[in-house]
């Protein structure tokens, strides 16, 4: 349950990162909380992935700030789906 719960917050934070990317009125909240979840992520998992998430996090927050749009979009929403498919595999067995 918990890494459905997880991916649920990441796919949260995907669609704040693409509402901001595309300067796409967004409220304050969304975007600072997703990025302070990435973030926090990071620190408390300490693997290779949740490192990913913090780096990922911390873009979301200076995109949002400084209204910086870069191709690093791109490959975090790569990221973002590797990660969501992953879930979707392995957890799809649990439910059947």
């Given at each position: 349950?918990?890494?459905?719960?997880?991916?649920?917050?990441?796919?949260?934070?995907?669609?704040?990162?693409?509402?901001?990317?595309?300067?796409?009125?967004?409220?304050?909240?969304?975007?600072?909380?997703?990025?302070?979840?990435?973030?926090?992520?990071?620190?408390?998992?300490?693997?290779?992935?949740?490192?990913?998430?913090?780096l990922c996090?911390?873009?979301?927050?200076?995109?949002?700030?400084?209204?910086?749009?870069?191709?690093?979009?791109?490959?975090?929403?790569?990221?973002?789906?590797?990660?969501?498919?992953?879930?979707?595999?392995?957890?799809?067995?649990?439910?059947?």
């Amino acid at each position: 349950m918990i890494p459905i719960i997880l991916m649920l917050l990441d796919m949260i934070s995907l669609v704040s990162l693409t509402l901001v990317q595309f300067k796409i009125p967004v409220a304050f909240q969304l975007p600072v909380m997703s990025s302070l979840y990435l973030i926090a992520k990071g620190f408390i998992f300490k693997d290779v992935m949740s490192i990913i998430d913090l780096l990922c996090g911390t873009y979301l927050l200076v995109t949002f700030l400084f209204g910086i749009s870069s191709f690093l979009y791109w490959i975090i929403f790569a990221w973002f789906i590797y990660k969501l498919v992953f879930v979707v595999i392995f957890n799809i067995g649990k439910f059947t």
